[in-house]
């Protein structure tokens, strides 16, 4: 099992679509989530950790499942801009490293 | 937030020669700094964790005499691709954590290296 798994993309949704991305870890002993995104030929900008109460941040809701391991990031009226590429961000136990997953590319279109 | 800043954006540069990235953290010490390589369409993968006044920690499959890391001070880490061959074509990224622990990763601007 990969460290770090998401679904497979692109996603292409229209503008105001709802739109869930799934990530699944393999540590368990993992305790540090976090949503990125990534424009096309930039860098990763952090988007929001994940707490295991969940949070939301404006149309963004991103949920933590331990026993599944199991995180999930929901984009709601989704925007033009929205579209990159989210990435799954995992922190490595015992080390200060962070294990990314490939990406999930979404395209929001007119 | 932090910033961490990354130079060149973007080089070019004959096979055979080497090239010096840089890394900054310009608003806060970093004693740790991590490099990655993308590929296109790939993940970011890591390479390396340069510690601030030690050796670096190469992950496996990544050639130390190939990719030289040196971090001299709290707020500069360089990687030098030495003797760069076509295939090292690709989007390196550096990183910097405040501190340890759950905090989230700063990263440079990357470095997009094309070899010729």
């Known amino acids: 099992r990969k460290e770090v798994e998401q679904d497979p993309g692109p996603f292409n949704v229209p503008e105001g679509a709802t739109v869930a991305f799934n990530c699944t870890y393999s540590?368990?002993?993992?305790?540090?989530f976090f949503w990125y995104r990534q424009d096309c030929r930039k860098e990763p900008k952090l988007l929001m950790s994940?707490?295991?109460s969940g949070n939301e941040d404006g149309r963004f809701t991103a949920q933590l499942n331990r026993a599944s391991q199991y995180i999930s990031l929901l984009i709601r009226d989704s925007k033009l801009s929205d579209s990159a590429t989210y990435l799954c961000?995992?922190?490595?136990?015992?080390?200060?490293?962070?294990?990314f997953g490939k990406g999930t590319m979404l395209l929001v279109s007119p | 937030g932090a910033v961490v800043s990354q130079h060149p954006s973007r080089v070019i540069c004959k096979s055979g020669t080497s090239v010096k990235i840089e890394c900054r953290s310009l608003?806060?010490?970093?004693?740790?700094m991590f490099w990655y390589r993308q590929f296109p369409k790939q993940s970011l993968m890591l390479m390396a964790t340069?510690?601030?006044?030690?050796?670096?920690?190469?992950e496996q499959g990544v050639e130390k005499d190939k990719f030289l890391i040196n971090h001299a001070s709290l707020t500069l880490s360089t990687l030098t691709v030495t003797s760069a061959h076509p295939e090292d074509s690709s989007f390196y990224i550096c990183?910097?954590?405040?501190?340890?622990?759950?905090?989230?990763?700063?990263f440079g601007q990357g470095t997009r290296l094309t070899v010729v």
């Open positions: 990183s910097a954590r405040i501190r340890q622990g759950n905090t989230e990763a700063f």
């Open positions: 540590n368990s002993a993992s305790q540090s």
């Open positions: 994940v707490y295991s």
């Open positions: 961000v995992v922190n490595k136990p015992g080390y200060s490293t962070l294990t």
């Open positions: 608003d806060f010490q970093a004693t740790t």
């Open positions: 340069s510690n601030e006044g030690s050796k670096a920690t190469y």
